[in-house]
């Protein structure tokens, strides 16, 4: 595991073993969650990354609101 250190201005560098797996580029953002004590970076993505996401997804399914009781 990768150790990072929390500067004076409370930043921290991404070690460039994590940046190589990564397709991290300059200037991007990074949204921070935090949860139970844990701190999450997720790379911001454009809608568009989005694209074909659901592609494989079956149809069937999905449940119309008249077939829930």
Do not use: N, W
């Not at 991290?24 to 996401?53: C, H, N, W």
């Amino acid at each position: 595991m990768t150790q990072v250190t929390v500067s004076s201005k409370y930043q921290v560098v991404i070690p460039r073993e994590v940046r190589r797996q990564l397709p991290l580029r300059m200037g991007q953002k990074l949204a921070v969650l935090v949860k139970e004590g844990v701190i999450t970076l997720l790379p911001d993505r454009p809608l568009s990354a989005f694209r074909g996401f659901l592609k494989d997804m079956r149809v069937g399914a999905i449940r119309d609101k008249r077939d829930r009781v």
